[in-house]
């Protein structure tokens, strides 16, 4: 029998993003990346981002502020997609031209170090600036709204009730480019200095993972079951 | 024989921290609390935080850009810390005045909704606004330091090797007073409506938990102790 299998690996890799004045190491050049695979299997590992944006029109509050909101992050082809209550703080400011810098941040584990100093994160993360588009089409959105709803379990979306016209209208898909974009990344052992090598204190990387529980049904689900 | 244990809720609960224009919840307000102890909890579980602040110095960058950047938060009283290189990006525009709005994020779990408008996260989040303090007496910075150290590995800051004069240096700490702050949460299942209680679909949640894993020694130091 022949494989049907697609080989996903296959395709060319597509050229680095470009470095900006915002998206350029200043520090640790090392851990950095504009390398556009890491930076979407980042973005597709992401269960959560902070959206930071300036908020200049906070009712009673003179100066502009800066805002960061948690929300969950994904990916459809070469843009970020975020959601949120048309009515929400974030989407108005961003609809109205706002301009974004999106962080997404996965721990790895913790990097204990002999020395105090050199004590670090694993992690990878990924910083993304710009504006967003509207995603204003019915079926545009709903089919991203449908790959938000894959993120969060697969298969999902072909069986729940799919949203109707009112709760179409109150919510709101924004679409970033990934253009302005750049990966973090720190992996491996502690660096300590040589000197410090035999001060005794255990030393590695504690690992850190985000894990599922077991599922908990609704209760009001499992009284309807019986 | 006489137990020695002090009730550690004994102590009477401090006040709220006041409603601000930027902590009162513009929706769903029941998710909202200003509450010290809950806020103080968030703190010291998170492992990271998300500082947001506007560079308008970015070289090559014509105009202020929200940047978002993470970092490890710990709590000593009633003041959140953060550190970095001093020559970070972070600590050089907030140590010259500039206004922070700090994030903290715990995912505690998707929750599957029978519609899907109504799928959401269980989650304990803080946002703290404010400018912050430079920790530049050097018995304070050290205790501080040390403290983010406890918050790592209970012990350990006595056990490392201490930082010198040269890394104390290199290494900023700035204080936020926890004054402007609230916290959201949201817990439990599904709020779906009731016309949609019997479609066929599982509902429920399913948690998420930040997990340690075994401990991997520094192969460095393996090889010394052999």
Redesign the interface.
């Known amino acids: 029998m022949t494989s049907l299998l697609v080989e996903s690996s296959a395709t060319d890799s597509p050229a680095p993003l470009p470095q ?3 998206t350029r190491p ?2 640790l050049g090392d851990r950095g990346s504009h390398d556009v695979a890491l930076i979407h299997a980042i973005i597709d590992e992401a ?2 981002c ?5 908020d200049d029109a ?4 003179d ?8 929300t ?1 992050p994904w990916r459809v082809g070469d843009e970020l997609m975020i959601h949120g ?1 048309s ?3 974030m989407i108005r400011r961003l609809q109205e031209g706002g ?5 997404l ?1 996965l ?1 790895d ?2 990097v ?6 050199h ?1 670090s ?1 694993n ?1 990878r ?1 990924v ?1 993304l ?1 710009g504006r967003p588009r509207l995603v204003s089409e019915e079926a545009e959105k709903r089919a991203a ?1 449908d790959a938000l ?1 894959e993120k ?2 697969p298969g ?2 072909a ?6 016209t009112q ?1 179409l209208k ?2 709101s898909v924004l679409a970033f480019p990934i253009a302005e974009a750049s990966a973090k990344r720190r992996s491996g ?2 660096g300590d200095d040589p000197e ?26 499992i009284a ?1 079951q019986k």
């Open positions: 900006t004045p915002r200043v520090r269960p959560i902070h959206v930071g944006f300036v906070i009712k009673g509050h100066t502009p502020s800066p805002m960061v909101i948690p969950i209550a009515s929400s703080r301009e974004a810098c999106i962080t941040s721990i584990g913790w204990l170090a002999r020395s105090a100093f004590h994160v992690y993360s910083m600036f709204l709803m969060i379990e999902r979306s069986k729940v009730r799919a949203p109707n709760e109150a919510t052992p502690p410090d090598m035999d001060h005794p204190v255990w030393a590695g990387v504690v690992p850190l993972r985000l894990i599922a529980g077991e599922p908990e049904q609704d209760p009001a689900q309807r």
